[in-house]
């Protein structure tokens, strides 16, 4: 499990529980596990709101592909899908995350979502710049990757303001893809929100 706090925001690892919930059910409360960290203080765990909205319609439909590929590999610790959730009141906002472990190069993947009546509030800039900043800590990772849309304006800004560059495109069945990476420690720049991000259980400063 990862969890990474930001001034606003929370992310942490998808409990599988709560991907079987939402398969079922489309607006309830869960307790997750999120460790020792300024949100959930010492018990380390937190009542979550999941609304109807979450996780959004693509991670909706990728959630049984998901749930089956943790039931027949190994623990995949941090490198997996993530829920983003609003520190004041617990609700989940959004969905984002590593696609698989590492790969050989030193290669990971992330995706993200908000929730549509969430949008245009930096939630999105601030949650993947915290964790692709978690990820480049790791000494396993050379670069972070991302793809989207050339039709998704929105993606793409928040790519960019997270200091990542386009490398390339590709055709896809949805249209064109824009291919990107992150290479470079994002953590000391000048926006606020990353650097005051923190892994729970790490003393503030070491993100
Ligand atoms: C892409 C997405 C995650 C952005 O979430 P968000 O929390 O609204 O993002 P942020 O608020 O951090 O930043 C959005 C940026 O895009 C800009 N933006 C939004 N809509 C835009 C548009 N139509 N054209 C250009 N820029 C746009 C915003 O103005 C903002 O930039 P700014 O801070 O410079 O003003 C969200 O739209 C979403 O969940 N979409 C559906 C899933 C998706 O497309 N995921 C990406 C798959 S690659």
């Not at 089956?68 to 984002?96: F, I, Q």
């Not at 999105?124 to 900043?133: D, F, K, L, Y």
């Not at 793409?156 to 490398?167: C, D, G, I, Y």
Request: charged share 25%.
């Amino acid at each position: 499990m990862l969890t990474v706090e930001t001034p606003r925001l929370l992310f942490t690892s998808t409990p599988t529980s709560v991907m079987r919930s939402r398969l079922t059910v489309s607006d309830f409360l869960a307790e997750v596990e999120v460790g020792r960290c300024e949100t959930a203080g010492p018990e380390g765990r937190l009542t979550v709101h999941f609304p109807e909205e979450w996780p959004g319609e693509d991670a909706l439909r990728m959630f049984p592909i998901w749930l089956a590929r943790r039931e027949r590999s190994a623990d995949t610790g941090p490198w997996c899908d993530g829920v983003v959730v609003r520190r004041e009141d617990h609700l989940a906002v959004g969905s984002m995350g590593f696609k698989s472990p590492p790969d050989a190069t030193g290669t990971v993947e992330i995706g993200y979502a908000v929730n549509r009546s969430l949008w245009r509030r930096g939630y999105a800039t601030e949650t993947v710049e915290a964790i692709v900043t978690w990820a480049l800590t790791r000494p396993e990772v050379r670069r972070v990757t991302a793809e989207c849309l050339e039709s998704n304006p929105a993606s793409a800004r928040v790519l960019t303001k997270s200091r990542f560059l386009q490398v390339g495109r590709r055709p896809s069945v949805e249209g064109e893809l824009l291919l990107w990476e992150c290479r470079a420690p994002v953590a000391r720049h000048d926006r606020p929100a990353p650097e005051r991000a923190r892994i729970a259980g790490e003393p503030a400063g070491q993100a």
